[in-house]
């Protein structure tokens, strides 16, 4: 994790969007107001329907905020939407007609890059990410957490500086959930990426987390933006620890559970 004294990557201040149907408006985030700095891994934490994704959204470039300021890049790092987002779903949304080692080219593909770097960059992240041998396989002889696997691969396959998660391990049962957790921070670890995760989970958010930012339901307040003080290499019996229980503690409290 980057210092605060570094220029962060991503600023955001009082950023808020309204979609509009008719006379009829809808306000999906309101307020929101964080520094995201290179190496970061953020979790996004809050209810259904607080604007989480409408966030993300407006992070890839897909979106704009009808106010506030919206900052990527800095004078070290300039950044290129299109070009410098990795994005990672719920679902893999694995092609079923392509290789696994297909699906994880294909950004680099659309982005017109070198194929046979792309293709080397695609099997050197397959092994990174545990699927070195699947190469040929199609994704319905993938189990979920593997296919997510695969996606993430794919996110990071043209080498971006921002990768933004949404709610990817959602689908997942508990125990590959879990596995997912270590498989995903081993992964950060490997690739620094500064990396957005957005999750319902408040023990997700605070086990993965470098830093948590935490939605109030719609529209979606930043009620509070913090660093998460917890040793790396994580391990899954921190979730038993006081320290661990004071950070979902304060986010049940934030939320007002």
């Not at 719920?90 to 290789?99: D, H, I």
């Not at 979606?220 to 229980?245: C, N, S, V």
Request: glycine share 8%; hydrophobic share 45%; charged share 20%.
């Amino acid at each position: 994790m980057t210092t605060s004294a570094t220029e962060p990557l991503i600023r955001l201040n009082g950023v808020r969007k309204v979609y509009r149907s008719g006379a009829r408006e809808f306000v999906a985030v309101s307020d929101v107001t964080m520094d995201v700095h290179e190496g970061d891994m953020v979790s996004l934490v809050g209810p259904s329907g607080c604007g989480k994704s409408t966030l993300l959204k407006i992070l890839a470039g897909l979106h704009d905020a009808d106010d506030g300021l919206v900052q990527i890049g800095n004078a070290s790092s300039a950044f290129t939407p299109g070009r410098d987002v990795g994005m990672v779903f719920q679902q893999a949304l694995l092609l079923k007609w392509r290789t696994i080692l297909q699906n994880v080219m294909l950004p680099a593909q659309i982005l017109g890059l070198p194929r046979r770097e792309a293709e080397a960059r695609a099997r050197e992240l397959l092994a990174m990410v545990g699927l070195s041998g699947f190469e040929t396989k199609y994704p319905y002889e993938l189990s979920g957490g593997m296919q997510q696997r695969a996606a993430i691969a794919r996110a990071l396959v043209h080498d971006p500086k921002l990768i933004l998660m949404d709610e990817p391990f959602g689908a997942l049962d508990a125990l590959t959930r879990e596995k997912m957790n270590l498989e995903m921070l081993r992964i950060w670890g490997e690739s620094r990426k500064t990396i957005i995760f957005v999750t319902h989970s408040i023990q997700e958010a605070v086990f993965l987390g470098s830093q948590c930012a935490v939605l109030t339901s719609g529209p979606a307040r930043m009620a509070d933006h913090f660093a998460i003080d917890l040793p790396y290499p994580r391990r899954l019996d921190m979730k038993t620890t006081e320290a661990f229980g004071t950070y979902t503690k304060r986010i049940y409290a934030l939320l007002g559970m």
